[in-house]
């Protein structure tokens, strides 16, 4: 099974920017579409954003479209989600998912939360 081990995650102020990064190993990270989730307290685990095995297709929640952005650099066997715009119904822990499954779109993760590898998580705190 693949490993992921996330970084990045902090305390920023409203309209602030933090930039999460999910370090693959274990398994070959490039045949493998990758995805963000968050959970805030209280809530289950939701989709925030996908990104194609190839690095072509990718899928957002509605609240983070033209905020967030999910990118991938397989030379490093990492995926990246750069958060602009923050704001403070964005605080939640931050989990980086692999579907382990190859070559795949990755467009699956948008509705369904689990049976993904997971890291550990990152928590992003925004404050108002």
């Known amino acids: 099974q693949v490993q992921l081990v996330e970084s990045g995650g902090g305390l920023v102020q409203a309209g602030g920017s933090v930039r999460l990064s999910c370090e693959a190993s274990?398994?070959?990270?490039?045949?493998?579409?990758m995805g963000w989730f968050h959970q805030a307290p209280g809530k289950e685990r939701e989709f925030v954003a996908a990104?194609?095995?190839?690095?072509?297709?990718?899928y957002y929640v509605d609240s983070v479209k033209g905020r967030f952005t999910i990118s991938r650099d397989n030379a490093k066997s990492t995926v990246y989600l750069q958060m602009n715009s923050l704001k403070p119904e964005d605080t939640a822990v931050y989990y980086c998912?692999?579907?382990?499954?190859?070559?795949?779109?990755?467009?699956?993760?948008?509705?369904?939360?689990?049976?993904?590898?997971w890291g550990q998580g990152t928590q992003v705190t925004v404050s108002s």
């Open positions: 274990g398994r070959t990270f490039s045949k493998f579409a």
């Open positions: 998912a692999a579907d382990e499954r190859p070559y795949t779109t990755g467009q699956v993760m948008s509705v369904v939360p689990v049976g993904w590898a």
């Open positions: 990104l194609s095995w190839s690095g072509a297709s990718t």
